[in-house]
C-alpha cells in the first residue's frame, strides 16, 4: 500500500484487483470441474465472469475493506464456494485435486498479468494522473494474486492445498486427513489471530513476489 493515498484512493486502487482475484479463482475451480465431466457450476450459472455472481458481502467486500483501512496484515479475502459434485468424475481423488490446484494456478495467472499492467504503467514514467493508478492497481493485482495464492496452497483442508494433498496421499493416510477439515476454518482463524499465518507465509509470499518480478523485469517495490 502507497503510505500518500487516502482510504478512499486506496480503495479504488485495490477494489478491481481484490474482486478479480478472489472471483476468478473461484471460476477457475468451476471451469476445470466441467472439463473433467462435473456440470454443476455451469448449470447454477456459476461459471460467469460476473464478479456479482460470486461475491461474498463478508468475504469479498468486507474483510478485504477493513485489512486495508487498518493498513497492514496479510490481505485475503474469498468469495461465494463453486459447488463441485466429486460423484461426478471419473477419477474422483485425482480430479478433486486437479479442480483444487486450479485455483492457486489462476491466482499466478493473474499475478503475472497484473505484472504485465504495471510494466506498461511504469514504463510511461508518470508519477500522477491516471497511468500513475493503473501502476499502483497494477501492483495491487501483484500482491493480492500472490497472497491468495501462497494462502491456498497451505496444506490445510478445506484451502486448495489441503485438497491437493488429500488427492495424491495414499487412500487410508487421505482420509485420516481429512478427518481436520470441519476444523480448518477455526485453525486458520486462530493462526491469523495469533500472527502465526503472517510469520508461515511470509517467505513463500516475499520469494514468489520476487520470483515473478524477476521473470518480468519489473522492480514493483
Not at 456440470?39 to 469479498?60: C, E, F, M, Q
Not at 511504469?122 to 499502483?136: H, I, S
Amino acid at each position: 500500500m502507497d503510505a500518500s493515498l487516502n482510504i478512499v484512493q486506496t480503495l479504488a486502487v485495490w477494489a478491481l484487483p481484490v474482486i478479480f482475484a478472489i472471483t476468478l479463482h473461484e471460476v477457475a475451480h468451476g471451469w476445470v470441474a466441467r472439463s473433467l465431466g462435473d456440470a454443476t457450476a455451469y448449470k447454477l450459472g456459476r461459471l460467469s465472469l460476473n464478479p456479482l455472481r460470486h461475491v461474498d458481502p463478508v468475504g469479498t467486500v468486507l474483510v478485504p475493506g477493513v485489512l486495508l483501512a487498518m493498513g497492514g496484515g496479510f490481505l485475503f479475502g474469498w468469495a461465494k464456494p463453486v459447488p463441485v459434485d466429486w460423484r461426478n468424475f471419473r477419477k474422483p481423488r485425482t480430479d478433486m485435486a486437479v479442480v483444487a490446484a486450479a485455483g492457486p494456478l489462476s491466482n499466478l495467472a493473474m499475478a503475472i498479468c497484473w505484472g504485465l499492467v504495471f510494466k506498461l504503467a511504469a514504463d510511461t514514467g508518470a508519477q500522477e494522473g491516471v497511468w500513475y493508478g493503473v501502476r499502483l492497481m497494477g501492483r495491487a493485482g501483484m500482491v493480492i494474486n500472490v497472497s491468495l495464492m501462497v494462502l491456498n496452497l497451505l496444506p490445510l483442508p478445506p484451502l486448495d492445498g489441503g485438497r491437493v494433498l488429500m488427492g495424491v496421499l495414499p487412500p487410508r493416510a487421505a482420509f485420516r486427513f481429512a478427518r481436520i477439515e470441519p476444523y480448518g476454518m477455526l485453525i486458520l482463524v486462530l493462526l491469523a489471530v495469533s500472527s502465526l499465518l503472517g510469520k508461515i507465509l511470509y517467505w513463500p509470499f516475499v520469494l514468489s513476489l520476487v520470483g515473478i518480478s524477476r521473470m518480468l523485469g519489473i522492480n514493483p517495490f
